[in-house]
């Protein structure tokens, strides 16, 4: 089992920053990838950046290239977001993807973008 505990979300006006932090405990030696999915309401929840640890590429999406950048530390794993804009507005989620398929979430959490 992976816990997964989010942090750092928040209001913010467009064209400023924030940084979400997900810490990682459990059994993470079995954890192959880690990223952050979001989902706006009334939309799926897509994909944002996700990074091999075993690997060490990071992917992102076509629509935060530029503007996020994904890093990780060990049990942490954290997403820089600069020029945010309102679209961006989501809520996000952590997790991370054992080599079997099994996947676990984190909380959620809120990022507002205002114009």
């Known amino acids: 089992q992976v816990q997964l505990v989010e942090s750092g979300g928040g209001l913010v006006q467009a064209g400023g920053s924030l940084r979400l932090t997900c810490s990682a405990s459990?059994?993470?030696?079995?954890?192959?990838?880690m990223g952050w999915y979001r989902q706006a309401p009334g939309k799926e929840r897509d994909l944002v950046a996700v990074?091999?640890?075993?690997?060490?590429f990071t992917n992102y999406a076509d629509s935060v290239k530029g503007r996020f950048t994904l890093s990780r530390d060990n049990a942490n794993l954290y997403l820089q977001m600069d020029k945010l804009k309102p679209e961006d507005t989501a809520v996000y989620y952590c997790?991370?993807?054992?080599?079997?398929?099994?996947?676990?979430w984190g909380q959620g959490m809120q990022v507002t973008v205002s114009s």
């Open positions: 997790y991370a993807a054992e080599r079997d398929g099994t996947i676990y």
């Open positions: 459990g059994n993470i030696n079995n954890v192959y990838f």
């Open positions: 990074n091999s640890v075993r690997g060490g």
